[in-house]
């Protein structure tokens, strides 16, 4: 297993490649092109992230001391962006979800690059994530 901030390494080496961010963008669209589709049982009001423009649904999994997310959304772009959380997030144990920095998304520039009610919603599916995180930590105990 890949630590979380390898992993963030690695996206930000990944978003160094493009020039600018229109290819940024269309490399996030095709991310969330990517991201497995989540079950539609799941799609439901407690699994909505409070404060999206658009609707996003994050679902998590505990399954052997680490946590799975799915995640859907209406809007292409903010299903890029869950996608890569999914990817830094998804297969961790909770604490290194809990203790985890998400410098990375200032390092690849994209909270400055998206209108402040979608850097709004970044910020809840990041919150959210790591509300499951301690919520699944605090079922262990």
């Known amino acids: 297993m890949k630590a979380i901030s390898d992993i963030q390494e690695e996206i930000i080496d990944e978003f160094m ?4 961010w229109m290819q940024r963008y269309e490399y996030i669209i095709d991310l969330g092109k990517s991201l497995p589709l989540i079950d539609e049982a799941h799609k439901t009001e407690n699994n909505l992230i409070k404060g999206c423009q658009s609707k996003v649904w994050v679902h998590a999994d505990m399954e052997e001391d680490k946590l799975h997310f799915t995640a859907d959304s209406e809007a292409i772009l903010t ?4 996608a890569i959380l999914i990817r830094v997030f998804s297969g961790q144990p909770p604490q290194a979800i809990v203790d985890a920095s998400t410098d990375f998304i200032d ?9 402040a009610t ?3 919603g970044l910020v ?10 301690v919520a699944f930590q605090s079922q262990r105990q």
């Open 17 to 20: 490649l493009f020039e600018d």
């Open 107 to 115: 390092q690849i520039g994209l909270k400055e690059h998206l209108s």
């Open 124 to 133: 809840s599916m990041i919150k959210q994530m790591k509300l499951y995180a």
């Open 79 to 82: 299903k890029g962006i869950i």
């Open 118 to 120: 979608r850097a709004n």
